[in-house]
Nanobody, 119 residues
Framework: QVQLVESGGGLVQAGGSLRLSCAAS????????MGWFRQAPAKEREFAAT????????NYADSVKGRFTVSRDNAKNTVYLQMNSLKPEDTAIYYC????????????WGRGTQVTVSS
């Protein structure tokens, strides 16, 4: 019943920007920590960013800090990932995920959206 649906991926040149969206349904969105993860070809999934249930706190992987910004709109049940100064190494499938405040692992996952950064 819970669904997380990512959108906004695409092909962009190095140095460009993209804004990813993740629309959530079937859960009380404001109670969930939301995260963004990514998986490059032949690599394991890695953490990119998280945002607290209220939107008051964020965390970023060192590889994206200063370039990516995660935000959320609880009224719209949507979390965003603004990606600036994109690099070819950012090429990956980007996944949205959700967990409760008291959970350590993300319980729900989206299907992903492809981001490709060309040089």
């Amino acid at each position: 019943q819970v669904q997380l649906v990512e959108s906004g991926g695409g092909l962009v040149q190095a140095g460009g920007s993209l804004r990813l969206s993740c629309a959530a349904s079937g859960l009380t969105f404001s109670r969930y920590v939301m995260g963004w993860f990514r998986q490059a070809p032949a690599k394991e999934r890695e953490f990119a960013a998280t945002i607290s249930s209220s939107g008051g706190s964020t965390n970023y992987a060192d590889s994206v800090k200063g370039r990516f910004t995660v935000s959320r709109d609880n009224a719209k049940n949507t979390v965003y990932l603004q990606m600036n100064s994109l690099k070819p190494e950012d090429t990956a499938i980007y996944y949205c995920a959700a967990r409760r405040d008291y959970e350590t692992g993300f319980r729900y996952w989206g299907r992903g959206t492809q981001v490709t950064v060309s040089s």
